[in-house]
Nanobody, 116 residues
C-alpha cells in the first residue's frame, strides 16, 4: 500500500510563506491537499494529476497557494504564500491509488499555524 509522509508545517506570521511536502512510496493517479481546522470539517485545498500536471484549487487559496510535483522524488508540494490567520489548520496530503480522483490514502497531517 502507498504510504504518504508529510513535512513542512510550522508557525508563521500572517503574510508569510510555508512549503509543505508529501512523499509517496508508490504510484498515484491524483494527489491533493486538504485541511481541517478545529471544530470544522475537512476541506479541499488543492489537487494535481500526476501524469498530466493538471491542477485545481479551492477559491479560498487560489492565487496564493501553488501545488506542484517532482516525478523523480515522487513528491508533491504545496507552496503557501500570503498566509492568513484563517489558513491555520492541520493539512493532510491525500492520494488516489486505485481510481483517479478518489482519494484512498491519507497522510498523518501537519500543523500550520498563522499568527498575527
Amino acid at each position: 500500500q502507498v504510504q504518504l509522509v508529510e513535512s513542512g508545517g510550522g508557525l508563521v506570521q500572517a503574510g508569510g510563506s510555508l512549503r509543505l511536502s508529501c512523499a509517496a512510496s508508490g504510484r498515484t493517479y491524483t494527489m491533493g491537499w486538504f485541511r481541517q481546522a478545529p471544530g470544522k470539517e475537512r476541506e479541499f485545498v488543492a489537487t494535481i494529476n500526476w501524469s498530466t500536471g493538471f491542477t485545481g484549487y479551492a477559491d479560498s487559496v487560489k492565487g496564493r497557494f501553488t501545488i506542484s510535483r517532482d516525478n523523480a522524488k515522487n513528491t508533491v508540494y504545496l507552496q503557501m504564500n500570503s498566509l492568513k490567520l484563517e489558513d491555520t489548520s492541520v493539512y493532510y496530503c491525500a492520494a488516489s491509488t486505485v481510481v483517479p480522483g478518489a482519494y484512498d490514502r491519507w497522510g498523518q497531517g501537519t500543523q500550520v499555524t498563522v499568527s498575527s
